[in-house]
């Protein structure tokens, strides 16, 4: 059982590129977040989604873009990266208030 | 601005003995409350949670306690196993959300 799988795990990018990352989960969840852990900060939400091609803001949502065009992927990009998106990313999904599982990250470094 | 705070970063403690993990809120709409732990290279994992009915909820070595009236819970780690070494998030929903807020984290290290 796969639960929630991010891809990639590693990224190293330069400024002003461009990258998505990719979330999928096998649990039929309707929810799905994402979030990044900096030091200090803990997890803050980027931006979620409560269904299939739904998308909402989050806390910290500047500078990204998602799309869930199906169930079970959930996609975050980065335009234009800057170096303040060097981050832990994670990915969750969730069927019920608090029942969150959790991808296992993607470490992004921004140059 | 963050609504759930934990205001210590880091705890050590010898193997046996208690750990105690606080967790401080200011929104008084939230109703349901949650630790997570965190290995490296790893994403967080459901740990134990309480209700807002509740100022008590167990399950074997890990209790949560909920003051409501300090907008403050704490987690019991007894005894503490060298296992036990994470990163400790408390979070928190608000009535009818789903979105979960998270504290800062606090490092356990369990000394053997």
């Known amino acids: 059982n796969a639960g929630v799988t991010q891809t990639p795990k590693f990224r190293v990018l330069k400024t002003g590129q461009s990258m998505t990352l990719l979330c999928a989960q096998d649990m039929n969840h309707e929810y799905m977040y994402w979030y990044r852990q900096d030091p200090g900060m803990g997890l803050r939400l980027i931006h979620y989604?409560?269904?299939?091609?739904?998308?909402a803001k989050g806390e910290v949502p500047d500078g990204y873009n998602v799309s869930r065009l199906k169930k079970q992927n959930f996609l975050l990009g980065l335009e234009s990266a800057a170096p303040s998106q060097t981050s832990v990313y994670f990915c969750?999904?969730?069927?019920?208030?608090?029942?969150?599982?959790f991808g296992s990250g993607t470490r992004l470094t921004v140059v | 601005d963050q609504q759930v705070k934990q205001n210590s970063p880091s705890l050590s403690v010898q193997e046996g003995r208690i750990s105690i993990l606080n967790c401080d809120y200011t929104?008084?709409?939230?109703?349901?409350f949650l630790w997570y732990k965190k290995y490296p290279a790893e994403g967080p994992t459901f740990l134990i949670s309480?209700?807002?009915?509740?100022d008590k909820n167990e399950d074997g070595r890990f209790t949560v306690f909920l003051n409501k009236s300090a907008k403050h819970l704490s987690l019991h780690i007894v005894p503490s196993q060298p296992g036990d070494s994470a990163v400790y998030f408390c979070?928190?929903?608000?009535?009818?959300?789903?979105?979960?807020?998270f504290g800062a984290g606090t490092t356990v290290t369990v000394r053997a």
């Open positions: 969750a999904s969730s069927y019920t208030r608090g029942g969150y599982t």
């Open positions: 989604s409560v269904g299939e091609g739904t998308t």
């Open positions: 309480i209700s807002s009915i509740k």
């Open positions: 929104n008084s709409m939230f109703d349901y």
């Open positions: 979070a928190a929903l608000r009535s009818n959300d789903y979105k979960l807020s």
